[in-house]
């Protein structure tokens, strides 16, 4: 027998569960590989023997149809990072032990940068024991902050929903006469591309949001304050689109506050947007309300991108294939051959050079007010929210696949 | 010439442009009117005289099926509270000047509870001057809390966003093995019933949301968390619905909170999601995230309920039936002919009976121990998150109508 293992890590996005079913896709098309398992809560589900065999469940493919299109995670999701080999072999000798025992001839690690790191470590440990075990990298994350490849799955999903939500905030503030500021803030610690992806909302009658706020310029509160009251001047709705990673230019976040205690009397701590909020507030005396796209961003898949759910599948599908030609240690990858029309294609890089790294939005695509993006970066973005998956509702409410009771 | 003028006012929704669709419809079908004007931003465009004329534009029914699913207010809102005729009849003769001037055989006036008191008002001045202007209420809340009619156009629609949303909620936290805590704060200041509606959540395999909590019942912060404690006792995720008008048993909102102040110094105020989130957190040290769903639960029109937009629809064109057959004063009503299979018929009660009044989820609907809806509420609502409308998507965002540039 050779059967492969595939397991999901991380924040869960509208995609992971695509790239699962193009993992479970590629292994039931391979001659090469018998069985597929998941291993539930991540590598923790090898570590602890908890694990679903994903080939019967997936036979049907309208079934794998089903997990393409459901949020999350369908094997669940863990925080873990593994110890250095030579701090802890005793973890690594229970993997590849486990991994013999179910003959175990790929693995598939399906997440972002942390997960990236256990692919590296895992692939580098099976070269030292001579294991021919592969294992392969599937990428993820909303942040779209790996490197090497053009973007990452589950970046367009929540780029659709955010561009989405702030075109319909903009219809919902654009009616009231007396003026008003909306901030809305966006994911995204460090990197700042899916706050840029706000920009997408805009269209021939709206130019919302008005400011962009990444993390990657340094936030300036007075040139803030000015730029909102310039634009209250001429408008009667203000819409700010700020990520929650944005600092100032000694680096301290301007979500931080201090000394704040509720009716409790616990400590509070305000996000970006809310901090704005109360700025706005107190400074320019102007209606304003604050908005947190909060999860519904990664989980929103009734509004998930075509584009990105079918280029996770193929990315999980390429994945078996590297596994099949004897490759490891590698992270699949997505290459843009043209932005319109739009190409891709799937590669791979050795995932030594991705894990542990963090793609930025670069400052050349931010204005030098450092409150806008540049044009350029929309065609970048924009083949990527294109397209709308087949949802079926049952109830009113969207049908996904049912969580595995064991999780 | 028998001209009609409509109007929109209060906060947003995702059926009110539907409700002016079938005004403009009704208009256009009957024989007896002629010009449909829109008054812009409410009552207000007709006191200064800022108006649109939607007869040309909407006389492509395409132009008028993208008005009908385009969410907020094309006419744009307000919020003015006619005074008493006796306090200001200088407010009342304008109005009906400009009646008068522009040959207004009906006024539709499409609100919540504010708009029907303006609805009240103009009519009973109409009788007292003979003037023969007929004044029509159409409803709209998502708060559902209008008084004599079934339920209120929108509401559908935010319960259709509250609970597709809450069952993503799920979906996100149901992937961790560390327990944890989601609050999911509801719209719904004095009527708790789309918070009810987040109970539609639950299906074969999604238990979400374990509590719920409404304004209706009194909420006993001690009662909270030992429920909370005892669900993370046997699962890993809990789910909590929470109005943001829950109180306590003086009446005092739980988001009040007093003394605190962030890092500028500014007084917070934190909403019923985030105070219990802090409460969690000191009390129950675990893992606890708040999410408000903001404005995006009455702006989320890519996914509106299509029984409620063709229902508002159905409304705004009874509306003008009603005026075209003499009648003023009235709203118009939905009745329950039966939930399953589901059949209303559409009529009309005097404003009077209807405005200022509030209709609460009664009590026997909760159950005793207040923190879960009974399930015979759930025959009530379901119907009403029934179907999608069609929704088109021009370069990955859904694609509605323009907001008017006078607006």
Sequence with gaps: MNNCIAAQSGGPTAAINASLAGVIRGVLDCPEYDHIYGSLNGITGILEERFLDLTETFQDPKTLELLKVTPAMYLGSCRYKLPAPEKDPAVYEAIFRFFEKMEIGAFFYIGGNDSMDTVDKLSAYAKNVQSKVRIIGVPKTI??????????????????????????????????????????????????????????????????????????????????????????????????????????????????STGAADHFGHSQLSGAGKTLEYLVQERLKVKVRSIELNILQRCGAHIASLTDL????????????????????????????????????????????????????????????????????????????????????????????????LL
């Design 143 to 256: 942040d779209n902050d790996l490197c090497v490849t053009d973007h990452t799955p589950g970046f367009g999903s929540a780029a659709k929903y955010v561009a989405s939500s702030l075109l319909e905030v903009f219809h919902d503030t654009a009616i009231y006469a007396p003026k008003s500021v909306t901030i809305v803030e966006i994911m995204g610690r460090d990197a700042g591309w899916l706050t840029a992806a706000s920009a997408l909302a805009r269209n021939e009658y709206c130019a919302a949001p008005h400011l962009i706020y990444l993390p990657e310029a340094a936030f300036d509160t007075e040139a803030f304050l000015k730029d909102v009251k310039s634009l209250l001047e001429t408008r009667s709705s203000v819409i700010v689109a700020v990520s929650e990673g944005i600092r100032d230019k000694e680096g301290n976040y301007i979500s931080a």
């Design 310 to 405: 079918e280029e996770a599948f193929c990315q999980g599908q390429h994945g078996v294939s590297l596994a099949a030609r004897g490759l490891t240690g590698q992270m699949v990858t997505i290459q843009r051959i043209c932005s319109d029309p739009y190409q891709v294609s799937y590669g791979s890089s050795p995932v030594c050079e991705i894990a542990n790294q963090v793609k930025s939005v670069p400052r050349e695509l931010i204005n030098d007010a450092g409150n806008d993006v540049m044009p350029e970066i929309l065609s970048y973005l924009r083949p990527l929210i294109q397209g709308e998956p087949e949802i079926e509702f049952e109830q009113g409410i969207p049908r996904y696949l049912p969580v595995p009771q």
